[in-house]
């Protein structure tokens, strides 16, 4: 039985391993239409910490950009099937090829 996930409810969840450990979290998707939806490919992962996350917003102003302060954005694009989301509240990433593709990933 499929599945349907709201992607704007999986932005900022921090990803776990599938030993526990708090890897990443999800800052954006990869996507493409297919219909009147859109399927995600690839999710992109993020830093876990907060200061490294705000360099990079500072990296993308103009002004701070022009004075060389903050830094681009870290972003790891692994496949959505490569993820167990049986709990959104808790994504996991599982072993290479192992995923959990436990559901249809579509924004609506």
Known sequence: MATEL??????????HNSYG???????????????????VTHFLLGPLDRLHRVKAFLGEL???????????????????????LSDPERPVLGQRGEGGGKGRNEKE
């Open 6 to 15: 709201r992607f704007e409810d999986l932005i900022g969840k921090t990803v």
């Open 21 to 39: 450990r708090p890897i990443g979290r999800i800052e954006d998707a990869e996507i493409k239409p297919e219909g009147d939806d859109y399927l």
């Open 62 to 84: 103009p002004t701070f950009r022009a004075l060389s302060i903050g830094h681009q954005r870290d972003l790891r694009p692994l496949p959505w099937d490569w993820f167990d």
